[in-house]
């Protein structure tokens, strides 16, 4: 277990090398890396509800779409700034989370899933119908991001989405490790003690849903401003359990198993494009074998294969 | 002044079965109470009742005389009732001090983005969270084990943990359920001395629902005995020894005898 202050040192460190990469690997694998950036966002917001709080959701994707249609609209219509419209976005996906929060906080296990694929359904049905807003199954061209008059570059756009991912990976951890984040683990294992210990379930369950749409509405504005495009396909059932399996093979309950699993599998169809029609079914091959193999993912597979020394106590005199 | 705990004709039903039936006592603040009675005289009802896990169908549970029938478990907690469980519900998947320091964190509430920044308030609320954690597995000698998981520890530990957990907020009247089952002669001795030590620090009030006769006979300072969720008996340990009604119904002449 590191210091606050460490964890901070860690993630400016990160975030000066994901630049210096971004900067000597040219376009494409930048925007490759983008992407995959903008996965590992939305799958540390699903880990901190699936994996911490116990919450099943179908509907990821649906915020995502959210975040990427409402930061999209709010900057071609209403002329917002991205680094404004993008932070609004995800306000907007975590109101959105909170209100299908609200009936979700008394279903669980396969209702839950069901109420969450319902919900699906309607955003997908909503971007549809409305095509006059948001382009319908055409899809919609996303206003260029500017900063100061002048539009970003790729390369700009690029270094705004990992600076950004890797504040919300800061601000995941700093969550995980507080009240909070102790409070989503005591719902899932015990919502029996956790009551009698002070904890309201019902607002635990509503924060958490309100927290990972939050996450999903940013990676849907970053997606949007990354791309270029955003169409309903993007955000359909497929994307949803994606970001399941990124975080089942990395590791539920992770932050770190968030981040590798998204990584990892992000790449996954760069590296099968050899063999394209297969890359579904090598994707299925992948999660079947990280269940079979490491049943609690890649981050436990670590933590097994390099044991620790017993942390040591830190902040209070023995 | 109000008792601490008071029940004023407590029903609570499941179906068409009463688990108690016009159950009314009243606890004075910072006395040991135990509750005893045979299998299903709904001892472990009351306790969920009084916590508010199940509702009451008609009657009233008051604490320091103020109304808690009726509010939701979380709030009755925060109100300053804790709870032991008889099979310890521990957080399987955390280390001791990880279940401790959710028992603290309830006095420390401060905003999502507090903790999200790591504002100084928010370090400052678990650094003293963490402190009063760590003097609790201090108090109930479960530092050695602090980063343990708790799901391959042996029940004895996870019933001190579960004290542990309960006390670390300071509760003005502690409910436990059974706290010494499952833990051998020694364990339970210094359990009970470690309860009854921090009863009278921190002044809470214990009620105390128990099967070993031995362990309760020599901690309650008072008892009331239930069978068929209604009061049959109430006295001190030695009156309730003597009590024909609860030989009878509960200890028998050979346990009456065993405590002598």
């Keep these: ?318 | 002044m109000s008792p601490r705990l008071e029940l004023v004709d407590v029903c609570v039903g499941f179906g068409g079965v009463r688990a108690v039936d016009g159950l009314s006592f009243s606890v004075a603040a910072s006395q040991i109470r135990g509750l005893i009675g045979p299998n299903g005289a709904g001892k472990t009802t009351v306790i969920n009742a009084i916590t508010g896990v199940v509702p009451i169908l008609s009657g009233e549970i008051r604490l320091d005389g103020q109304r808690i029938s009726g509010l939701p478990a979380h709030v009755i907690s925060r109100m300053g009732v804790g709870r032991t469980f008889q099979h310890v519900e521990a957080f399987g998947e955390l280390s001791v001090l990880e279940n401790v320091l959710i028992g603290a964190g309830r006095a420390a509430d401060r905003g999502l983005l507090s903790y999200a920044l790591s504002l100084p308030s928010a370090r400052a609320s678990e650094a003293s969270v963490r402190s009063q954690a760590m003097a609790a597995l201090e108090a109930f000698d479960l530092l050695a084990v602090r980063d343990e998981r708790t799901s391959g520890l042996p029940f004895g530990l996870l019933k001190r943990m579960d004290l542990a957990r309960s006390m670390v907020a300071s509760p003005k009247l502690l409910l436990m359920d059974e706290p010494t089952s499952g833990m051998s002669e020694s364990e339970a001795d210094s359990a009970i001395a470690t309860a009854r030590e921090l009863a009278r620090m921190h002044r809470t009030t214990l009620l105390v629902v128990e099967h070993n006769m031995r362990v309760m006979m020599s901690l309650a300072q008072h008892i009331t005995v239930v069978q068929f969720g209604s009061l049959i008996a109430e006295g001190s340990p030695a009156e309730i020894q003597a009590n024909p009604t609860v030989i009878d119904a509960y200890l028998g002449e050979e346990a009456s005898d065993a405590v002598h």
């Design chain 1, 1 to 318: 277990m590191r210091t606050p202050n460490e964890r901070t040192l860690l993630c400016i460190g990160a975030a000066a090398a994901l630049l210096v990469v971004g900067a000597l690997v040219g376009s494409y694998p930048a925007y490759l890396l983008g992407l995959a950036m903008v996965n590992v966002i939305a799958a540390v917001g699903l880990n901190l509800l699936v994996g911490n709080s116990g919450q099943i959701s179908l509907c990821h994707s649906s915020f995502m779409a959210v975040g990427a249609y409402s930061s999209s609209l709010l900057a071609s219509g209403a002329g917002l700034p991205f680094w404004a419209a993008i932070p609004a976005g995800s306000v907007v996906a975590a109101i959105v989370g909170a209100l299908l929060g609200l009936p979700a906080r008394r279903l669980h296990g396969i209702y839950l899933a069901l109420a969450t694929l319902g919900f699906l359904q309607i955003v997908q049905i909503v971007v549809e119908e409305f095509a006059d807003f948001t382009g319908g199954v055409r899809g919609l061209n996303t206003a260029k991001p500017t900063l100061l008059g002048s539009p970003l570059t790729s390369y700009g756009v690029y270094c705004v989405v990992a600076i950004v991912c890797v504040l919300a990976v800061w601000l995941a951890i700093n969550i995980k490790r507080s009240r909070i984040g102790r409070e989503f683990d005591a719902v899932r294992l015990s919502p029996h003690a956790a009551q009698a210990l002070g904890i309201s379930v019902a607002r635990v369950k509503l924060t958490a849903f309100a927290l990972s749409a939050a996450y999903a509405g940013l990676a849907g504005g970053l997606f949007a401003i990354l791309v270029g495009f955003i169409d309903p396909n993007e955000f359909g059932i497929a994307a949803s359990l994606r970001q399941l399996t990124y975080i089942v093979v990395g590791g539920l309950g992770s932050i770190g198993g968030a981040i590798v699993g998204a990584a990892l599998l992000s790449g996954l169809p760069e590296l099968l494009r050899p063999i394209k029609e297969y890359t579904d079914f090598a994707a299925a091959l992948v999660l079947l074998g990280a269940l079979l193999f490491m049943p609690h993912g890649l981050a436990s597979a670590w933590q097994r294969l390099t044991p620790k020394p017993k942390a040591t106590w830190r902040g209070v005199p023995a």
